[in-house]
């Protein structure tokens, strides 16, 4: 079973649409959740961390179930710059603190 | 800072041949690893180091191999190339290790082999 897994959409949703990621990971051990954002043939780029309590950045807001072992990304007002894909990805501090990455949701938002 | 440098950021290899890929990064991290990313996988981490002199295995470690002599560089080598090694290699770094520390990506070296 893998790690991380994520629906890889793709998702397309017009310009200010609410769009909601889900993620599962298979470790209950695992000890760090984060949100990633990777542009086409770029590198990923940290877009949030996620905290037990759910936490938001501007249009962005991320939870976090550990009974359930789901995360969750929310993306409010969605703009064109938003298209990209959205990496979920959890951490491992026990096992030489490695980052297990889910394989992503792609976002295209269009106008 | 230039952050996370790589080299080269093509390269074509034919099965057999061996090459190093270079990973440079200038924040003073501890920590930096290599991963590739391939079709379907998501990223998949080859081997990583907690500090100069250390390094360890990760998920997919057979056919490469890295040292740090210095904080700075992590160079990964692939011994004989096979076409099941093309793949989009990126290596990242990140401050002391953390579980809960950012990891900066470079812009990544996309390999081919024939």
């Not at chain 1, 893998?2 to 993620?23: I, L, M, R, S």
């Not at chain 2, 990973?23 to 081997?47: F, K, V």
Request: proline share 5%; with cysteine.
């Amino acid at each position: 079973r893998k790690e991380v897994e994520q629906d890889p959409g793709p998702f397309n949703v017009p310009e200010g649409a609410t769009v909601a990621f889900n993620c599962t990971y298979s470790n209950s051990a695992s000890q760090s959740f984060f949100w990633y954002r990777q542009d086409c043939r770029k590198e990923p780029k940290l877009l949030m961390s996620v905290y037990s309590s759910g936490n938001e950045d501007g249009r962005f807001t991320a939870q976090l179930n550990r009974a359930s072992q789901y995360i969750s990304l929310l993306i409010r007002d969605s703009k064109l710059s938003d298209s990209a894909t959205y990496l979920c990805v959890v951490n491992r501090l026990y096992t030489g603190n490695q980052f297990y990455f889910g394989t992503g949701t792609s976002l295209t938002v269009i106008p | 800072n230039a952050g996370v440098t790589q080299t080269p950021k093509f390269q074509v290899l034919k099965t057999g041949q061996s090459m190093t890929l270079q990973c440079a990064q200038d924040m003073n991290h501890e920590y930096m690893s290599w991963y590739r990313q391939d079709p379907g996988m998501g990223l998949r981490l080859i081997h990583y180091s907690v500090g100069a002199g250390i390094t360890d295995q990760g998920e997919v470690p057979n056919g490469y191999n890295v040292s740090r002599s210095t904080t700075e560089d992590f160079p990964l080598r692939l011994l004989s190339a096979a076409p099941s090694q093309t793949s989009v290699y990126f290596c990242a770094s990140s401050y002391g290790g953390l579980s809960t520390d950012t990891q900066y990506f470079g812009p990544g070296t996309r390999l081919t082999v024939l």
